[in-house]
């Protein structure tokens, strides 16, 4: 038997037989006995628990939680993995030299049906994205370790609208991949507080000899979606926006990701949402734009003159050409 087979086969054997000592082990797969204590090394290297005990009950074995936690994956776990990576690989997973590997390893412990039906379902899934920066592989890399080790980062940090960048230390708290964009939500020692950074927008990232705790129970997702979704507990301070238009306009408003969660009622050709003003003045006009005639603002008044500010500007901006 190959290397890989022998391996499987110690692993296999210690599962079901508790433990063994090397002898057994050697007469079972007929190979010898120093290079039982090879594969086990190497065994070992992989991160798989080996125990070894000395003296006359003693052997090697599998530490107890391995034992209960099945060696093979299944038909549809393998099938379920590789359709999470290639939704990780599109999205700019940092680590997809190393999810590569792993994908690779697991088709090669699997058995020669097993392959021919994942390879079946692999071909007849894709995943369409917008294509991601392979620049940010070692940005996000540093980031995600920094999460997981505590460590202070020194950044130099760009906000765009042609506005210098800063120097600050951040404390990164976690990682976000939202609409094809990556950011760290980390505290900003600068402006001492919690804040949300595009990953893309780093300039430069160096890690300091500082180290901080993330605060306990901390989500990086709850604080990211709260700073852009509108605050259902409290509506009364919101702003409400009603349209009206097509029904096919009207329903891809409803299911928007921003309108989504403002909405408060809606009808075949109306729908009301209760939105932070901020977003209806900076965010829905250039969304009613691309639904030109289709969409019509009810209220509020100041949506409507933000929409005759901008359609102006652009007939003005294409007049002089």
């Known amino acids: 038997m190959s290397k890989a087979d022998n391996m499987l086969s110690i692993l296999w054997l210690l599962k079901t037989r508790k433990r063994m000592t090397a002898k057994q082990l050697a007469e079972e797969l007929e190979i010898s006995i120093r ?39 299944d038909l549809e776990e393998q099938k379920a993995l590789m359709h999470a990576a290639i939704f990780a690989q599109e999205a700019g997973y940092p680590f997809g030299d190393t999810l590569h590997k792993a994908i690779n390893k697991l088709k090669l412990y699997t058995n020669q049906h097993q392959l021919a039906e994942i390879n079946r379902h692999v071909i007849g899934f894709d995943v369409i994205i917008p294509p991601s920066d392979s620049s940010l592989k070692n940005v996000l890399q540093e980031l995600e370790v920094s999460v997981a080790n505590g460590y202070t980062l020194f950044i130099e940090y760009y906000k765009g609208k042609e506005v210098p960048s800063t120097a600050r230390h951040i404390d990164p708290y976690g990682l976000v991949y939202w609409k094809g964009k990556w950011y760290t939500v980390a505290y900003c020692h600068l402006r001492r507080e919690i804040r949300s950074f595009r990953a893309d927008r780093i300039r430069s990232m160096s890690r300091t000899t500082a180290l901080f705790q993330r605060p306990l129970e901390f989500s990086a997702r709850r604080f990211f979606l709260k700073n852009i979704l509108p605050d259902a507990d409290n509506r009364e301070q919101l702003t409400s926006l009603r349209i009206r238009g097509k029904q096919r306009a009207i329903a891809d408003m409803c299911e928007h990701w921003l309108l989504g969660h403002g909405l408060v009622e809606r009808s075949m050709d109306e729908a009301h949402f209760k939105l932070d003003e901020q977003a209806i003045l900076f965010y829905v006009p250039y969304l009613l734009l691309s639904y030109g005639k289709s969409i019509q603002v009810l209220e509020p008044l100041v949506l409507k003159e933000k929409m005759i500010t901008i359609t102006s500007e652009l007939l003005n901006y294409y007049q002089t050409f």
């Open 35 to 73: 290079t039982v204590y090879r594969y086990i090394d190497a065994l070992c290297a992989s991160g798989v628990p080996i125990i070894s005990d000395s003296g006359h009950n003693g052997g090697y074995s599998l530490l107890h939680q391995f034992t209960e936690t099945p060696l093979i994956f």
